[in-house]
C-alpha cells in the first residue's frame, strides 16, 4: 500500500509512520496517568429512559439501583478538573445529581453539553441549570450513541462507567 518510485523512499515512509506511532503511544500513555480509578455498577434491567429516577440528599436511584451516591464528589471533581483544564467546549455523558456538572461549571468551561436519557434526571437538570443563567449550557436528550454524531467537536469529555453495559457497547460499534 505504499507505493514510492524508490525502494528506499519506501523504508524511510515506513520508518516515519513507526516513529509517529512511538509517539502517539509515548503521549496517550502521559494521558492515560490522568484517568482516575472508577467503579462497576450494576446492569439497569429496566429501560433507561423510562426508569423512574429517585433523589435524595445523599444518592440517585435509578430502576432501583444506586448509580450515584454523595461521596464520590472527590472523584467528580478530579475528572472534571481534567476534562476542564483547558476552559473550553465540555461533553458530559449523563447528569445523575450535578456533582460534576457543578463542578464544571465552579472550574470555568467556554461551553458545556450533557447528554442524559432519562426523564425524571433531566427535570433536575432543568431545574440546575437554572441556577447558571447567561452560561452555554445545553441538554442533549438520548443515549450517547444516538446523539453523539450531531454534536461536534469537544476540548473535554466527561464519561463515568458508560456505556451501562458490555452489550450496549457491542451495540453500539459499528
Known sequence: ?????????????????????????????????RFVDGSRRKEIVEDWVKSQ????????????QQVMQDWER???????????????DVLEVGFGMAISASYIQAMGARSHTIIECNAEVVKQFEQWKARY??????????????VIDGLGLFDGIFFDTY????EELEKSRP
Do not use: C
Open 1 to 33: 500500500f505504499i507505493s514510492p518510485p524508490d525502494p528506499s523512499q519506501k523504508n524511510w515512509v515506513v520508518s516515519r509512520a513507526m516513529e509517529e506511532l512511538a509517539d502517539d503511544l509515548e503521549h496517550l500513555d502521559v494521558v492515560s496517568k
Open 53 to 64: 429516577a429517585k433523589y435524595d440528599d445523599s444518592q440517585l436511584l435509578i430502576d432501583g
Open 74 to 88: 472527590p472523584y467528580m471533581e478530579a475528572m472534571a478538573q481534567a476534562t476542564t483544564e483547558t476552559h473550553g
Open 133 to 146: 443563567p447567561g452560561r452555554d449550557i445545553r441538554l442533549a436528550f438520548g443515549k450517547w450513541q444516538d
Open 163 to 166: 456505556p451501562l453495559s458490555e
